[in-house]
């Protein structure tokens, strides 16, 4: 793993730990590394499985949402919805 690739999960688990789910600009900004090479990397450690999107956020210095990351360790704590609803899920598409 690269330098880059380190100083931003770095700056995501520092970030998640307080509680924050950090974006794109915030991991390059604590990372101290340029938008473009933050960009190219988190795609890969989001391919690779290090990092999960965990939700979409409004800002002001952009017109679409961005997204949300926070390290795969962190996002697996964190259950979108209790299993009952995903089993519920499964039986009600179940065939009969």
């Known amino acids: 793993m690269g330098a880059v690739a380190k100083a931003l ?3 995501a688990c520092e970030l998640s730990a307080a509680g924050r789910r950090v974006t ?8 101290c590394v340029g938008h473009a090479a933050a960009r190219s990397t988190v ?12 939700g979409v956020r409004r800002v002001d ?9 926070a390290p ?7 259950p979108a919805a209790p299993a009952w609803v995903d089993l519920g899920r499964c039986l009600s598409a179940w065939p009969r």
Request: glycine content about 6%.
């Open 24 to 31: 794109l600009a915030e991991m390059a900004a604590g990372a």
């Open 72 to 78: 795969a360790a962190v996002a697996a704590v964190e």
């Open 43 to 54: 795609t890969n450690l989001t391919r690779r499985g290090q990092l999960r999107i965990v």
């Open 9 to 11: 999960l770095k700056t």
């Open 61 to 69: 210095y952009r017109n679409r949402p961005v997204a949300e990351y």
